[in-house]
């Protein structure tokens, strides 16, 4: 299992300077001054340097959610029972989420994957059947997953990649669902990148100011029990993550060695992202940040990923909702890029072709 993961890691390479210089200087043929589209053309110009092509296309769309349940919750650290996870992935797979409305605005298909969740969801109609174990272990009492059962569900994810991209998606959104997952999130934050837990833990699902007091606590008492090795994502995952996590991260792999464009969406799909950044560094160049979460472990996680969001809309649903909403974005900066005129084609005159009086 490991072997395939490091055969894949060793196919993601950095972008190629070269395509982004090639991007730019299509960007200043085309009938616009020089950088009016602002971060448009960014986006663009990283999109070709994905694609390897001054004609990329981000027409097929696709949101991949992992959902999965986590033994920390025995701890009251979340306002409702693991048992919603259940009823929401039954939610997600009849249409009648959020993300499901906001992905049918995005022409996106929605992919639901059960890599841990705790709920007997008897023959559902439509779920990737994948699931690990029914949920993590309780973090506050022994690790969350053994490392094979890490490497397991981070290979599921890297199947489900290869799967939407073999299907010709072109565009890789992230989504999550599971009642408990900003606990493991905020524990996965605070081990990558060394800050305080109180300074990377948020309300998640809507907790209140004791209940998030006491998520802190059984978050500091996590990791001073198991000490994760910061510079290991397995040890990470296999201490205080989850399988979601894990299968994301597979995602992000998958879609940085198949040179695909792979959209974020808030706090804990970014979680999984830096864990796929901490293997792989150069898999960074293929994320793009949905939106900011409030959550305040998302900075952290933006700041190590070094990653820009491109909407600021107080979102803190998940589920991939704001992955849908920037593949708009995102094909909005790729069709100004492959569409509008040049200065040539279109019979305007460039700033360079202009007389030196005027």
């Known amino acids: 299992m490991l072997a395939d993961v490091e055969t894949?890691?060793?196919?993601?390479?950095?972008?190629?300077?070269?395509?982004?210089?090639?991007?730019?200087?299509?960007?200043?043929?085309?009938?616009?001054?020089?950088?009016?589209?602002?971060?448009l053309e960014e986006v663009?110009?990283?999109?070709?340097?994905?694609?390897?092509?001054?004609?990329?296309?981000?027409?097929?769309?696709?949101?991949?959610?992992?959902?999965?349940?986590?033994?920390?919750?025995?701890?009251?650290?979340?306002?409702?029972p693991s048992a919603v996870t259940g009823q929401?992935?039954?939610?997600?797979?009849?249409?009648?989420?959020?993300?499901n409305a906001l992905a049918r605005v995005a022409r996106a298909d929605v992919?639901?994957?059960?890599?841990?969740v705790a709920s007997d969801l008897g023959a559902?109609?439509?779920?990737?059947?994948?699931?690990?174990?029914?949920?993590?272990?309780?973090?506050?009492?022994?690790?969350?997953?053994?490392?094979?059962?890490?490497?397991?569900?981070?290979?599921?994810?890297l199947e489900m990649g290869r799967d939407v991209i073999a299907a010709g998606t072109d565009m890789i959104g992230l989504g999550e669902m599971g009642i408990g997952n900003s606990t493991a999130?905020?524990?996965?934050?605070?081990?990558?990148?060394?800050?305080?837990?109180?300074?990377?833990?948020?309300?998640?699902?809507?907790?209140?100011?004791?209940?998030?007091?006491h998520k802190v606590r059984v978050i500091e008492q996590a990791?001073?029990?198991?000490?994760?090795?910061?510079?290991?994502?397995?040890?990470?995952?296999?201490?205080?993550g989850g399988f979601e996590l894990a299968g994301l991260a597979g995602v992000v792999l998958a879609a940085a060695a198949g040179r695909r464009v792979v959209v974020t969406d808030g706090f804990i799909a970014t979680a999984a992202a830096a864990l796929a950044v901490r293997l792989c560094p150069a898999a960074n160049e293929y994320l793009f940040a949905a939106h900011r979460s409030p959550e305040p472990g998302h900075a952290a996680l933006l700041a190590m990923t070094e990653q820009e969001p491109l909407l600021d809309l107080r979102m803190r649903?998940?589920?991939?909702?704001?992955?849908?909403l920037a593949f708009v974005v995102i094909r909005a900066a790729v069709a100004a890029f492959t569409e509008m005129a040049t200065f040539a084609s279109a019979g305007v005159s460039n700033r360079s072709d202009l007389p030196d009086a005027v």
């Open 8 to 39: 894949v890691l060793r196919h993601i390479q950095p972008i190629d300077p070269e395509w982004i210089c090639r991007a730019e200087l299509r960007q200043a043929s085309l009938t616009k001054p020089p950088g009016s589209l602002g971060r």
């Open 44 to 80: 663009a110009n990283r999109v070709v340097a994905i694609q390897r092509s001054l004609t990329p296309t981000v027409e097929h769309a696709c949101i991949v959610i992992f959902a999965a349940d986590h033994g920390v919750t025995a701890e009251g650290v979340a306002p409702y």
């Open 88 to 99: 929401m992935v039954a939610n997600l797979l009849a249409g009648g989420a959020g993300v």
């Open 111 to 116: 992919h639901v994957v059960d890599i841990g």
């Open 124 to 157: 559902a109609s439509g779920v990737h059947q994948r699931r690990v174990a029914p949920g993590t272990k309780n973090m506050a009492r022994e690790p969350a997953m053994t490392r094979q059962q890490a490497e397991t569900a981070l290979a599921i994810g």
């Open 185 to 213: 999130a905020s524990a996965v934050t605070a081990a990558l990148t060394g800050l305080p837990v109180s300074s990377v833990t948020g309300r998640g699902t809507g907790a209140d100011d004791a209940m998030l007091a």
């Open 223 to 240: 990791l001073q029990q198991h000490q994760p090795d910061p510079a290991d994502a397995f040890d990470v995952l296999s201490k205080v």
């Open 317 to 324: 649903l998940g589920e991939g909702t704001g992955a849908a």
